[in-house]
């Protein structure tokens, strides 16, 4: 899923745009959830993307961590939202920092995307 | 096949100085045949003293290497078992007070991070020292991992930071598979490298 030399035609840097403190899972759990992330950034630059048949880099450094709950409320929405197969063509993910949440963030899209 | 290879080649050469030392006594410095054997018996003894004390200077430093490579990764694998130790008694104390603060759950979060860099640091090294057996006990560790942090940091404690008994039970079953999962990697690193 990580691929930094591709031509992306939409980006996302969670630290700089969202926040360097990602929290739960439900807006209603409080701020900076994965619902919100999902709601004002993810899904629609995800559907730009898919729409300009290109990609969407999300850049995941610079944070204090990324609690499963927000992954899932999230990516794993995401997935449950278009697909497994859907997202894998047309997201990228780049941490320079930590290849663990890469690989937490696959296995998420992964068992959600099953779901659909 | 290597070390075959190098024992044949040893022999060969042995044999080719062996020869060539007798001819250029015997021949080239027309010595006796009594002179010729005795200097070929000191040429051997000062061969084999040169053995004994090379070879197992050799073997030592060898050991020595394999030793400290194995140390390293169990100080690895400790030091992500103490981390992951953290996280669990950072929820029991939380399960105790039950209720959990905003500073709790920025600690298991930022512990998680720590955790999972260890994690990786502690893949490189099993790739590259660790022997066959050792990385492919990596997987089910990662998994073991993987369930500890969706257990902990996936449900009702980043919600409304209820640390319920659900949670901590569940949480508590995850670490002691997961604290399994190491003992055994250690436990695998001893045997590969003794």
Known sequence: MTVPSEEFAQQIIVAKEFTDAPGARYTADGPKSGEEFLDDFLRPRFLLAKEAGGLLLVDLDGTWGYASSFVSGSFGALAREFGTDTVRKHLRLKSHENQILLEKIDIEIDNEGRRV | ?194
């Open chain 2, 1 to 194: 096949m290597y070390r075959w290879s190098a024992w044949i080649l040893c022999i060969f050469f042995g044999c080719v100085i062996g020869v060539s030392l007798t001819v250029i006594l015997l021949f080239r410095f027309s010595l006796s045949i009594d002179s010729t054997l005795s200097i070929l018996s000191l040429a051997q003894l000062a061969v084999t003293l040169f053995l004994a004390f090379y070879i197992p200077l050799v073997l030592d430093r060898y050991r020595n290497t394999r030793n400290q490579l194995r140390e390293l990764l169990i100080e690895h694998s400790k030091n992500l078992l103490s981390t992951i130790t953290d996280i669990k008694e950072t929820l029991t104390t939380c399960a105790t007070k039950r209720n959990t603060s905003d500073e709790d759950k920025m600690i298991i979060k930022t512990k998680f991070m720590t955790a999972g860099y260890q994690l990786q640091i502690l893949e490189q090294r099993l790739k590259s020292d660790g022997g066959e057996k050792c990385f492919e006990m990596l997987k089910p560790l990662k998994e073991a991992y993987f369930d500890y942090d969706r257990a902990v940091t996936g449900g009702s404690l980043y919600g409304n930071g209820n640390v319920d008994w659900q949670l901590w039970r569940q949480q508590e079953l995850k670490y002691w598979q997961f604290q399994c999962y190491i003992l055994d990697m250690v436990q695998a690193l001893h045997k590969n490298h003794s």
